[in-house]
């Protein structure tokens, strides 16, 4: 593998580590209402799309460097429209948590309840798409692993089973996320597995370099 290569599984795989830790990192936090508060998730929450984006170029990469094919190239493409989607969503979300106060200011609450729905429900519809997205990525992804070695069936298989998983429960309970339905939701399993595999992208690299 291409010196340059092997770089770009170390430094691809710390950015899906990196990435994914910014998600949690903005989730669970308790984040003041402030204006620098604000700004300063909405560079953590971005960092997630971004740096994913990177990782998927780097598995990508990888799985081209032995076995190239139209199943990795389309997991590639469907991971940058989905993180690419998934940004474009929390942004809006953030815009519309700041400036939804100001906007509503001169509304009755009946008109500014009805107008949070309204949002609320484009919210969703923009999750949705995400998660069938990055449901169809992990599908083409783990059909393009299947003969890499390094990866191979242990990693094709979960990854085939959660994407397929998180596009059926989805249609299942649409608009509603799975997970606010009564059914499992399986983005942290996603996010765990996205870690590990971004783990072992680094051990590859490593080992290719040694």
């Not at 948590?97 to 309840?113: F, I, K, Q, Y």
């Not at 499992?184 to 597995?193: A, K």
Request: charged share 10%; proline share 4%; hydrophobic share 60%.
């Amino acid at each position: 593998m291409p010196a340059h290569n092997r770089n770009l599984c170390v430094w691809g795989g710390i950015a899906g580590v990196t990435g994914t830790l910014c998600y949690v990192l903005a989730a669970v936090v308790s984040w003041p209402e402030s204006r620098a508060a604000t700004s300063a998730l909405l560079l953590v929450v971005s960092a997630w799309p971004i740096l994913s984006i990177i990782y998927s170029y780097a598995l990508y990469t990888f799985v081209a460097a032995e076995h190239e094919s139209a199943a990795n190239r389309l997991a590639f493409v469907f991971a940058a429209l989905a993180f690419a989607t998934v940004l474009g969503m929390i942004v809006v979300q953030l815009a519309v948590g700041a400036g939804l106060g100001d906007a509503t200011a001169s509304v009755d609450e009946a008109a500014r309840t009805a107008f949070r729905r309204g949002l609320n429900l484009v919210d969703l519809g923009l999750d949705v798409a995400w998660d069938m997205l990055i449901g169809t990525a992990l599908i083409f992804s783990g059909v393009a692993m299947w003969w890499r070695r390094g990866l191979g069936v242990a990693w094709a298989v979960p990854s085939i089973l959660l994407g397929a998983a998180l596009i059926v429960l989805n249609a299942a309970t649409f608009p509603t996320p799975p997970g606010n339905a009564g059914l499992i939701d399986i983005g942290p399993g996603i996010g765990v597995f996205v870690i590990l595999l971004s783990v072992r992208l680094i051990l590859l690299g490593r080992r290719a370099a040694s």
